[in-house]
């Protein structure tokens, strides 16, 4: 039995411990594990401790009274910060392109996926932890529908990776092959050179100008960048697309066809910006459809005695929205440009520094108007160099889908995917490596009547200069070009007085960097 003072009466007379009851209006009974002097959770205190939960997980735990989940997630938490801080000090931009792998880009979707639902579920233990049972009503809907705000808010980041990552993915798939094109080199064993053991690697890079209201491709701009794989120095050789009569290597399908050059029976004819649709137009005499990638590579290879190892023809008409797709290019203008149509009626690019949208930067690299083809291929270079300049990693991020879009719809290309991530890794030493550029253009080389020696000469000139210091490649002498064996070189050409260029031109003979030439800083 019980007196008033609460305490029991047990057998033998002895009594125990008077009972504590709760004081009146507590809300914390006997036994709870919550602090013993802890205020009661209100609507807000209960959603501020559920917020912090989400940039420092187990602190709503703590609240609660739950010490040691809430110590447990806080250690887990305070690990993985840890791990992800050594992660980023250990790493530099060369190292990141390790993710430009499948298998890798499939781990980080994974992995943000797991982290989306490994977030989420924190939150919500996190809510039920701090007791919301115990708000009233109201309280309790305000609590639950922003902590679902909140749920939505915490997952988006990592939501937004995977979607970054699958899309990348997926223009990857679409834009580079996934069977190797029969004279590109298989894929190598994991652990050796992605390249095969070369010095360079030489791309072709085609401006292409197919519309829906004409048939056929017209390369108008011929590009190959030569790249050190080492050093990651490069020069980009710029070709005419009226470059007459060129020829073809005995490897070739079209040398048979064309043993004295492309159409030399024509005497304005045979234009190298020709080639491509010709081959595709004759496939029984290349073998197969669609060659015709391989009967220009071909030629320009043989032109300058390189072997081209990729191509990449890029929509000319499309480029237009990869530029927009970066904000626009910021390039220096000389003289003024007219664009729009056959009268540059459109508008006209004044002289000076300029950011260009990707329409205007389209038709400044192919205004005809009160120019000639020459100036348009020194323009074009420009308009390369500035967006492989500009396209910044942080650019890319953040249009990254844009960017990702506009690839789809405007690149083709014989690169295998298996060489994606070797290309990336290429491209930051291409970034930050010295870019200079030569153009077979008139007074010293004449399109109508090329010296296919003196081109060779120059082009491997070029390369020599481009792997040298600096200093030593300025003080070089300019005039002086290195010996081409007979048996590797074309047969030259009959000496005979140069045709008419059909076009001017103002450029100055020899490599130039973009910078010097483009006002590139």
């Known amino acids: ?35 013993r002097f802890a205020k009661p959770l209100t609507t807000a205190s209960v959603l501020g401790w559920t917020a912090l939960s989400a940039i420092a997980p187990g602190a709503a735990h703590l609240r609660a009274g739950r010490r040691r989940v809430g110590l447990a997630m806080l250690g887990a938490y305070a690990l993985l910060l840890l791990a992800a801080l050594a992660f980023g000090l250990t790493r530099n931009l060369q190292n990141l392109t390790a993710f430009a792998g499948d298998g890798m880009m499939v781990t980080v979707v994974v992995v943000a996926s797991i982290c989306a639902l490994a977030w989420f579920a924190v939150m919500v233990a996190s809510y039920i932890a701090l007791g919301p ?29 995977a979607n970054y990552v699958l899309t990348a993915r997926e223009a990857i798939q679409q834009i580079f092959p996934s069977q190797s094109d029969p004279d590109v080199p298989p894929p190598v064993k994991e652990g050796e050179d992605p390249w095969g053991g070369k010095d360079r690697v030489n791309f072709l890079l085609i401006g292409g100008d197919a519309a829906g209201n004409r048939t056929g491709v017209r390369t108008d701009s011929m590009n190959v960048a030569s790249v050190d794989l080492k050093t990651g120095n490069t020069v980009l050789f710029s070709l005419p697309r009226n470059l007459q009569h060129v020829r073809f290597p005995p490897s070739s399908p079209l040398h048979k066809q064309f043993p004295n050059g492309y ?68 390039i220096r203008v000389e003289q003024d440009v007219k664009w729009g149509g056959h009268y540059g009626t459109a508008g006209t690019i004044k002289a000076g520094y300029h950011r260009l949208s990707g329409e205007q930067a389209l038709w400044y690299g192919r205004s005809r108007v009160n120019s000639d083809d020459f100036s348009r291929m020194a323009r074009q270079r420009c308009v390369i160099g500035a967006f492989a300049q500009q396209a910044t990693p942080a650019k890319i991020l953040a249009n990254f889908t844009k960017i990702a879009g506009a690839a789809k719809r405007l690149a083709q290309t ?108």
Not at 280 to 300: E, F, S, T, V, Y
Not at 422 to 434: F, S
Request: hydrophobic content about 35%; some cysteine; charged content about 20%.
């Open 263 to 330: 159409m030399a029976e024509l005497p304005n004819g045979g234009l190298l910006n020709e080639v491509w649709q010709y081959a595709n137009d004759n496939p029984q005499l290349m073998g197969g459809k669609n060659k015709g990638a391989r009967a220009l590579m071909d030629a320009i290879g043989y032109t300058l005695n390189l072997k081209i190892d990729y191509y990449m023809l890029m929509n000319m008409y499309g480029f237009a929205d990869l530029v927009d797709a970066i904000g626009g290019l910021k």
């Open 133 to 161: 049972n115990r708000l009233n009503q109201q309280g309790q809907v305000v609590t639950g529908i922003v902590v679902g705000v909140l749920c939505v808010s915490v997952m988006s980041p990592f939501a937004l990776t």
């Open 414 to 521: 014989n690169i295998p995917q298996h060489l994606v991530q070797p290309l990336v890794e290429l491209a930051v030493k291409v970034k930050d490596a010295r870019i200079t550029s030569l153009q077979f253009v008139p007074p010293n080389f004449y399109t109508g009547s090329p010296d296919w020696v003196k081109i060779r000469q120059a082009t491997k000139k070029a390369i020599n200069d481009s792997v040298r210091p600096p200093r030593q490649a300025q003080t070089a002498n300019v005039g002086a070009s290195p010996s081409v064996t007979s048996s590797a070189s074309p047969t030259r050409a009959q000496a005979a007085t140069p045709t008419q260029t059909p076009t001017r031109n103002t450029q100055k003979s020899g490599a130039k960097s973009l910078s010097e030439l483009c006002g590139l800083s």
């Open 1 to 35: 039995m019980s007196n008033r003072e609460g305490s029991e009466t047990v057998p033998g007379g002895r009594k125990r411990r008077p009972i504590r009851r709760p004081r009146p209006g507590s809300s914390t009974p006997r036994g709870s594990s919550a602090p």
